[in-house]
């Protein structure tokens, strides 16, 4: 099979094999529904201050797991639920900071200066389509380049790195993920070394599980959907609570509801705003790129190009279109490029593709990593078609973001909005309960919540909370790299400093770590 | 021959038609010794299909690889025999790797052995562009200074490697944390490797001419490249082959044990089921089941012995 | 630039220290069966200590590096407030939920029915399935919007209880095979 057999088969995979519906010719399937589903419900959530997109992706991967099960089937439609997420998130963060003035989603900050000056001179829907226009235009560039780039370093890695360098490369990714997320490199280091550790409990190559004190419960490791979800949504839910616990005003501060107004955007008006998405989108890729660099700091910088760019009224700051495009197509350019390193090494950068990999490490059949990239003439690579299926689910949710998005933007202004205080705790008992009927162990549910309270914990203390849950999933194929690695060598000691390339990335990580002051002189990313 | 199995396969089955009443009351779990997207693993999700479309039974595969299968078979042991656990490995894990691991924590007749499955076409395979024909030439290779890593992915397997060094007076690198054979071809075929064991998949490879079997693994000729290097050519009279077979805890139930056993032989012997067509596309059927399946296990654990003798040190 | 900074800071330094120290002391000897390097069969290989000795040696170093520089350093960011009185809320409602999603079942199967039938027959069929579930996860809900609501009402009661109803048929309708909390466990 050639590289065009391959694209066409994950075209044909993802709209005709998992059929939903057939109406004569056309046939609705499974994945494209999941992918719309997720891109709907991910503007919705996206749109509700208090959540964010890993809170859907949190309760819906224990779900959709039960209901497709463990089949190479269930591959697509997970994972295009995950991706729809991931990108209506984005959006839909814009909404409320444009129109009440709190951003839904933590990189949505910027889009409030210039956004809700401008929903209040009346122009709310003009706001809405300028960040619809600018998120959708930067996501699909980003979508590209990680279509061309993801095969192509995959390739290189596959084909230039032996087994100690790819290991290198891995604690290269780490300790960049370590020192970059989170204002402290210590602290980063302390929880990316802690999430190793936690991640050897139960695992290992001996017949005994190592450090499971005895335990039937942590014999078979702990469970990985229980710890991730634990630590990143159920922490963040306990911190939101106790702020609303000790802040006074218990009751919402009445937001400033804003009728969204004129919306029309001109072709005139979209031209203007070109350059600044193009500059922002181009940003926004190459921060995506990085494992480990949140959309907020693509978010920041984005807005900073665009302000030096910027000449006229209004200023940015007051009101100006070119400030929410800026904004918007930077951090929605970084999600399809966050996926070039998970998807190419296996190396999840952020939090969405943390969900995916682990929803493909759940339902079997897809390993993100090099080997999926191998176009094997010989016989079908079926990992290369789900890879490919998946880019052609990208396209569907661009397609349908392009034609539908600023229409639901729109229509979610007006929706009312239920309070976080009654929200956090319905959605902590879903996440709990979720967790449950995966596993149906009460053990699972006293993880999970004991994961919460690290996770807390770790919040409140300045130490971040990604480097933990990257380190927890790279754990397993960095032991592995090692193990091989050092066997391949004939057990040589030095074999980690055996060869140029691998000591290039163990100097740079050690670069990393030393120089982080320098890397960190930006506004800290979300985690 | 595969029609003579066919036959035998369906012999057994009208014998047995008395204890197909059984069936499991929720959904079977399958637990696979071996990583994702290798020969065992498609091989159980192929079977968990077909017994799917076949009986109507709900079966979930999972993989448990590690350890060359002793993790899936200890995960198998500790499962209630209640028919609803049932585990896919190979012999190996159950014969040699009791006797060689240190403490692989489970024995021989901790299982009950439900059906062998299908035999590997085990070989010692190369990239073609690193221009070896036969396992002499990269001992040849390996004398004259070249270091070599060879892939293995289970605890005999690596042994087969060391033996195979040893008496031919040179020592290989042997890396033996491949999960499965296609981790070990992944690996060939990404030069992590230089020459590794794999069981079946390299077939297309084989045919297509990028990969090349050095040296033949099993006691018959390879399908694919009946001409490979016999063993004994260069001093090894063992044979590395290794059988598939399904697994459930001992104390099954004899009727659990009965349907289970002719669930798996009825849909890997039909003749149009998907695991059929894959077993003959890449490994060769073979099909015992109950005393039969056991007594092969038994067998292998004497032969292990014979092997373990010879490579002690 | 707060003292309580600078104690954060130090406490995380202690935990991370002590946490470590213990493992590679105490935990990692006493439960992990092969060395950092393992030698068995003649093959020396990496041994399943090694990911949890080097991953405790890191928290370990970068414990120091963080609890000296508390100490030597004024200029700390400040920490987010870790609410002793929340907390001991927060633990008290879950444990009062978890405790009642646990028990309620067995214990009212055991008065209905005198003892007779165990809970393990009943926990898949309505309404037993729904019992510990409804009043474990209506309390625990409730519980968390008082608490962050500050105003406990009868309407934010029967709130918590109809989420918590539309949460069990939301998977006990259409999932045949998931079984709710607690009921898998019993």
Redesign the interface.
């Known amino acids: 099979m050639g590289v065009f057999d391959y694209i066409l088969a994950g075209v044909f995979e993802a709209f005709t094999a998992n059929p939903a519906l057939v109406l004569g010719p056309l046939v609705l399937s499974w994945p494209v529904i999941l992918v719309a589903l997720g891109f709907f419900t991910g503007v919705l959530i996206g749109a509700t201050p208090g959540l964010s997109g890993p809170f859907v992706m949190a309760l819906a991967l224990p779900i959709l797991i039960s209901i497709f099960g463990f089949t190479p089937d269930a591959l697509l439609p997970v994972l295009g639920f995950l991706v729809g997420v991931m990108k209506g998130a984005t959006l839909g963060g814009a909404v409320p900071a444009i129109l009440f003035n709190t951003p839904g989603t933590p990189d949505a900050f910027m889009t409030t200066l210039d956004g809700h000056p401008m929903a209040r001179n009346g122009q709310g829907g003009k706001a809405l389509r300028v960040a619809h226009f600018a998120s959708v235009s930067g996501d699909s560039f980003s979508d590209i380049v990680l279509f061309v780039c993801a095969p192509f370093l995959a390739i290189s890695i596959e084909a230039f790195l032996g087994l100690p360098e790819k290991a290198a490369l891995m604690i290269l990714s780490l300790s960049f993920v370590a020192v970059v997320v989170g204002k402290d490199t210590w602290k980063g280091l302390l929880a990316a070394c802690f999430g190793l550790f936690v991640a050897s409990i139960g695992t290992g190559t001996d017949s005994y599980p190592r450090l499971s004190l005895g335990s039937d419960v942590l014999a078979p490791g702990l469970p990985t959907i229980a710890v991730v979800i634990g630590v990143l949504v159920v922490g963040e839910i306990l911190v939101s609570l106790q702020e609303m616990y000790l802040s006074k005003r218990a009751r919402r501060a009445a937001a400033e509801q804003l009728a969204p107004g004129d919306s029309a955007l001109s072709l005139a008006e979209r031209r203007r705003l070109l350059p600044f998405i193009g500059v922002s989108m181009s940003i926004g890729t190459m921060i995506g790129a990085l494992p480990g660099i949140g959309t907020t700091l693509a978010a920041a910088m984005g807005y900073t190009a665009g302000r030096k760019m910027h000449r006229g009224t209004p200023a940015f700051g007051q009101g100006a279109p070119e400030g929410i495009a800026a904004t918007e197509a930077a951090n929605s350019a970084v999600s399809g490029a966050n996926l070039i390193p998970a998807l190419s090494l296996g190396i999840p950068g952020n939090v969405a593709a943390v969900f995916i990999i682990l929803a493909a490490d759940t339902i079997g059949g897809f390993n993100p990593g090099p080997a999926v990239f191998r176009f094997s003439a010989e016989e079908v690579n079926p990992e290369l078609v789900v890879a490919f299926a998946l880019f052609t689910l990208m396209v569907v949710a661009n397609l349908l973001n392009w034609l539908t998005g600023a229409w639901f933007m729109r229509l979610l202004g007006g929706l009312i909005r239920i309070p976080k205080q009654v929200l956090l705790p319905i959605v902590l008992l879903l996440t709990l309960t979720s967790v449950y009927v995966e596993g149906s162990a009460m053990s699972d549910v006293y993880i999970l919540l004991g994961f919460g309270v690290l996770g807390y914990l770790m919040r409140q203390s300045g130490v971040p909370i990604l480097p933990f849950v990257i380190a927890y999933i790279l754990a397993g194929p960095l032991e592995t790299a090692i193990r091989n690695a050092f066997e391949a060598s004939g057990s040589d000691p030095w074999f980690l400093f055996s060869s140029p390339v691998s000591l290039l990335f163990l100097a740079l990580s050690a670069a990393i770590v030393l120089g982080a002051g320098w890397l960190r002189g930006t506004p800290t990313p979300d985690c | 021959m595969k029609t003579l199995v066919t036959t035998a396969a369906a012999v057994f089955l009208s014998a047995s038609a008395a204890i197909a009443d059984w069936a499991p009351t929720g959904p079977v779990k399958v637990l696979i010794g071996f990583a994702a997207g290798g020969g065992a693993d498609s091989l159980a999700r192929l079977i968990a299909e077909d017994i799917e479309a076949e009986y109507g039974w709900t079966l979930i595969p999972e993989n448990l690889p590690g350890s060359g299968g002793a993790v899936m078979a200890r995960a198998v042991k500790d499962a209630a025999p209640d028919g609803q656990t049932i585990g896919v490995g190979i012999t190996d894990t159950f014969a040699y790797g009791v006797l060689a691991a240190r403490d692989p924590g489970y024995t021989t007749g901790d299982f009950t052995y439900l059906s062998t499955i299908a035999g590997t076409q085990m070989g010692i395979v190369a990239k073609s562009e690193r221009g070896w024909t036969t396992m002499s030439e990269v001992i040849e290779a390996a004398r004259s200074g070249a270091s070599i890593s060879f892939g293995t992915m289970t605890p005999r397997l690596a042994d087969a490697a060391y033996y195979i060094g040893k008496v031919n007076n040179v020592e290989f690198n042997i890396v033996s944390g491949y999960k499965g054979g296609r981790a070990v071809l992944n690996a060939i075929t990404a030069d992590d490797v230089d020459i590794g064991w794999v069981a079946g998949p390299q077939k297309a490879g084989v045919e297509s001419g990028d990969l090349r079997n050095l040296a033949n693994g099993e006691d018959q000729p390879l399908a694919v490249s009946p001409d490979a290097q016999e063993l004994s050519e260069i001093g090894v009279d063992f044979a590395f082959g290794a059988t598939f077979v399904a697994i459930a805890p001992a104390g099954l139930s004899e009727a659990a044990q009965g349907a289970l056993s002719e669930a798996i032989a009825t849909v890997i012997g039909s003749e149009g089921t998907k695991s059929n067509a894959f077993i003959t596309r890449v490994f060769a059927l073979k099909v015992k089941t109950g005393e039969a399946a056991r007594g092969f296990v038994e067998q292998e654990l004497a032969d292990a012995e014979a092997l373990l003798d010879a490579t002690a040190e | 630039m707060t003292p309580r900074g600078h104690l954060?800071?130090l406490?995380?330094a202690l935990t991370?220290c002590g946490?470590?120290l213990l493992?590679l002391a105490v935990?990692?000897p006493l439960?992990?069966?092969?060395g950092v390097i393992?030698v068995?069969?003649?093959?020396?290989?990496?041994?399943?200590?090694?990911?949890?000795v080097?991953?405790?040696a890191?928290?370990a170093?970068?414990?120091a590096?963080?609890g000296v520089?508390s100490l030597l350093r004024d200029a700390e960011?400040a920490?987010?407030?870790?609410?002793p009185r929340?907390l001991a809320?927060?633990a008290a409602t879950?444990a009062a939920g978890?405790a009642l999603m646990?028990l309620t079942g067995p214990i009212l199967a055991w008065i209905v029915t005198g003892g007779e039938t165990p809970y393990r027959v009943l926990r898949a069929t309505a309404p037993w399935k729904y019992l510990g579930?409804a009043l474990g996860?209506t309390v625990?809900?409730?519980?968390?919007?008082a608490?962050?609501?500050?105003?406990p009402s009868w309407r934010?009661a029967a709130?918590?209880f109809v989420?918590?109803l539309v949460?069990?048929l939301l998977?006990d309708l259409?999932?045949d095979?998931?079984?709710?909390?607690?009921?898998?466990?019993f």
């Open positions: 954060r800071n406490a995380v991370g946490f470590a493992a935990w990692i439960d992990v069966d092969t393992d068995w069969r003649r093959n020396v290989r990496i041994g399943d200590a090694m990911l949890p080097f991953s405790a890191g928290m170093l970068a414990g590096v963080i520089r960011p920490a987010g407030r870790i609410d929340f809320w927060l879950l978890l646990l579930f996860g625990m809900t409730f519980g968390l919007i608490l962050s609501q500050h105003r934010l709130l918590a989420a918590t949460i069990a998977y259409p999932f095979n998931l079984l709710l909390p607690p009921n898998g466990d």
